[in-house]
T-cell receptor
Framework: RKEVEQDPGPFNVPEGATVAFNCTYS??????FFWYRQDCRKEPKLLMS???SGNEDGRFTAQLNRASQYISLLIRDSKLSDSATYLC???????????FGKGTKLSVKP | DVKVTQSSRYLVKRTGEKVFLECVQD?????MFWYRQDPGLGLRLIYF???????EKGDIPEGYSVSREKKERFSLILESASTNQTSMYLC????????????FGSGTRLTVV
């Protein structure tokens, strides 16, 4: 099993749609989790941290299920500007550096 | 805001040249990292450093070296550039416990011809 696994997509959705991405991780001792957003030919930028059971920031909701070892990102009312690649990131804690998934590409169409 | 600054956005170098990529962060972070990113391969860790003068190999260190003489600066060196090192290079930094994730620089797109 890969350390961090994401569906690569692309997810093609119309404006206003709700879209959800899932991410699974293999290390049950992982301490904290993040979602990053990366625009084409730009650097990854932190979108949300996920520390406990989940959190919400406007149209974005991140959830964590430790028992099943997955994290999800829900985007409501999608905007054209949400088009990007979303990276799932796991912090294994004292065991090492952050582990990045390969990303899920989202394309929001008019 | 944490700032991570990479010296060049775009570089074109010839095969065999020695290439220096510089990265500076301004938030007194202990950890610094160099990644390369290629389509379909995601982020791949080249080297990292947890302290001044300290360096550790990542997943793909071959053909690269690094230098960390000061806490805020982490340099990536391509001793003899090759065409398969054409890529986007990303520097990142973080606090010791990585609790706030990494902050990335804006990247250097290197083309080796």
């Amino acid at each position: 099993r890969k350390e961090v696994e994401q569906d690569p997509g692309p997810f093609n959705v119309p404006e206003g749609a709700t879209v959800a991405f899932n991410c699974t991780y293999s290390n049950s001792a992982s301490q904290s989790f993040f979602w990053y957003r990366q625009d084409c030919r730009k650097e990854p930028k932190l979108l949300m941290s996920v520390y406990s059971s989940g959190n919400e920031d406007g149209r974005f909701t991140a959830q964590l299920n430790r028992a099943s070892q997955y994290i999800s990102l829900l985007i409501r009312d999608s905007k054209l500007s949400d088009s990007a690649t979303y990276l799932c990131v796991v912090n294994p804690g004292s065991q090492g550096n952050l582990i990045f998934g390969k990303g899920t590409k989202l394309s929001v169409k008019p | 805001d944490v700032k991570v600054t990479q010296s060049s956005r775009y570089l074109v170098k010839r095969t065999g040249e020695k290439v220096f990529l510089e990265c500076v962060q301004d938030m007194d972070h202990e950890n610094m990292f160099w990644y390369r990113q290629d389509p379909g391969l995601g982020l791949r860790l080249i080297y990292f450093s947890y302290d001044v003068k300290m360096k550790e190999k990542g997943d793909i260190p071959e053909g690269y070296s690094v230098s960390r003489e000061k806490k805020e600066r982490f340099s990536l060196i391509l001793e003899s550039a090759s065409t398969n090192q054409t890529s986007m290079y990303l520097c990142a930094s973080s606090s010791q416990d990585r609790i706030y994730g990494y902050t990335f620089g804006s990247g250097t797109r290197l083309t080796v011809v």
